[in-house]
C-alpha cells in the first residue's frame, strides 16, 4: 500500500524561555572581625527582587557545616527568601580581584537549572552553595581581600515561565519537478523559430543557434566567431552518422542521452563510441564523461583494445585506465592479443597498437 502524503497545511507553535537576571553584590567590610563567629553561623545581604522573587546571598565566616568539609573555609550560598516558592534558577558565585577590579568564577551552576524549593519540608533546599567556598588560608594571601575587605558577587538568572506563542501558520507548496529539459526537447523537436539547419547524409537537422552556442563552444565560434560568415543557414556535418547528430542534439537541448531502450548491447556500445567522439569534437565535456561511463561498464575482450585507442585518442583517462586494468586482470592479455578487435586495430593502426601493449606491458611491471 502506497504511503499517504503529509498535510501540506502546517499549524506551529514556538516555546521561548523567559529569564531574569541581575548581579548581587555583598561588600564584607572589617573580613577579620566576623571571624570566629562559629560554624554554621552566617550573616545575609539585603533582600534583592529578581524574576518576582526574593534573593539573598548568605556568607558563612566559618564554614557552613562540621560535616561538609567546610572546616578552615568560608562558604557562600545564594538563598530564596520568598515564602511557599518554588524556583528554577542558575547561578555563579565570584570573588572580586581588587588588583584588577574583575571578579572570577569560584563555583556555578550555569548548565541545568537549580530548584529552589522553599515548599521542601527538609528545609535546606532553599539555598544552594558551596560549603568550601574557599580557603580561609588561600583567601588571606589573595587579591581578593583587601584592606580587610571582600567583596562577593552572584550572577543570577531566574528561569520564569516558558513563553508559547503561534508562529506562522504556512502552506507546504508541492514543488512540480523541473520541465526545463522537457520543453527544450519539445523546441527541438517542433523546430518553432529554428534559424539554423544541418544537413548530416542528406538529413536536415533544423536547430536554434543560441541554443548551440550556449552549450558548446565550438559552436559558438563557428555560428558566432570571426568566420560565421563562412557558414549559411544550412551546415554540412561530415564525418558523423545522422543518428549520432540527432543524439548530440538532444543532449545539447536537454542535457541527457536519449532513451537506448531499443539497442542491443552492441549496439549500444557502438552509440556511445560514435557519441563520445561527438562530444570531443564539440567540446561538450559532460556528454563525453557519460559516454565514457558507459564504455568502462562494459568493456569486453573482442573490443576493448580498440576502446583503448579510441580513448587514447580523445584523451579519456578514465577510459583508458579502466582497458588497462580490465586487460590485466584474470590474465586476459593473450585473449585480447588475439581477438579479431585487435587483429583489425594492429592491420589498420599498427602504431596504436604498439601504444597500447606498451601502456599494458608498463603497468604490469607495477
Request: with cysteine; glycine share 4%; aromatic share 8%.
Amino acid at each position: 500500500m502506497a504511503a499517504s502524503k503529509r498535510p501540506t497545511e502546517r499549524r506551529a507553535s514556538r516555546c521561548t524561555p523567559v529569564t531574569a537576571r541581575a548581579t548581587l553584590v555583598f561588600d564584607i567590610v572589617g573580613y577579620s572581625l566576623h571571624k570566629g563567629m562559629g560554624i554554621g553561623k552566617f550573616i545575609r545581604s539585603t533582600t534583592v527582587s529578581v524574576g518576582g522573587y526574593e534573593w539573598c546571598i548568605r556568607y558563612y565566616p566559618d564554614g557552613a557545616d562540621t560535616h561538609a568539609n567546610s572546616q578552615g573555609h568560608v562558604s557562600v550560598y545564594l538563598e530564596l527568601l520568598s515564602k511557599g516558592a518554588k524556583v528554577r534558577a542558575l547561578y555563579d558565585l565570584r570573588l572580586v580581584n581588587h588588583t584588577t577590579g574583575l571578579s572570577s568564577s569560584v563555583f556555578s551552576v550555569l548548565k541545568s537549572p537549580m530548584v529552589f524549593d522553599s515548599l521542601s519540608t527538609s528545609g535546606t533546599s532553599y539555598s544552594w552553595g558551596l560549603p568550601y567556598f574557599k580557603k580561609k588560608s588561600e583567601l588571606e594571601k589573595s587579591d581578593y581581600l583587601r584592606d580587610d575587605r571582600l567583596v562577593i558577587e552572584c550572577d543570577l538568572t531566574v528561569i520564569k515561565e516558558p513563553l508559547v506563542a503561534d508562529t506562522a501558520i504556512t502552506a507546504e507548496v508541492q514543488m512540480p519537478p523541473s520541465d526545463l529539459a522537457e520543453n527544450f526537447g519539445k523546441l527541438l523537436e517542433a523546430a518553432e523559430e529554428a534559424d539554423v539547419a544541418f544537413e548530416v547524409e542528406g538529413e536536415i537537422f533544423p536547430a536554434h543557434k543560441i541554443v548551440l552556442a550556449t552549450r558548446s563552444p565550438v559552436f559558438k565560434a563557428e555560428l558566432y566567431g570571426p568566420m560565421r560568415g563562412k557558414w549559411s543557414q544550412n551546415i554540412t556535418v561530415e564525418e558523423m552518422q545522422p543518428a549520432c547528430f540527432k543524439a548530440l542534439l538532444h543532449f545539447i537541448y536537454t542535457d541527457s542521452l536519449p532513451s537506448m531502450d531499443n539497442f542491443d548491447d552492441d549496439e549500444k556500445k557502438e552509440m556511445a563510441r560514435h557519441l563520445l567522439v561527438a562530444a570531443d569534437r564539440y567540446a561538450m565535456e559532460r556528454m563525453k564523461m557519460m559516454c565514457e561511463d558507459i564504455l568502462c561498464k562494459t568493456l569486453d575482450v573482442q573490443t576493448v583494445a580498440t576502446t583503448l585507442a579510441l580513448a587514447d585518442q580523445h584523451h579519456c583517462s578514465r577510459l583508458k585506465d579502466a582497458c588497462a586494468e580490465f586487460i590485466m586482470s584474470s590474465n586476459r592479455l593473450d585473449d585480447v592479443l588475439a581477438s579479431q578487435g585487435y587483429v583489425h586495430l594492429k592491420k589498420s593502426s599498427p602504431a596504436v597498437s604498439v601504444n597500447i601493449l606498451e601502456r599494458v606491458m608498463k603497468l604490469l611491471k607495477f
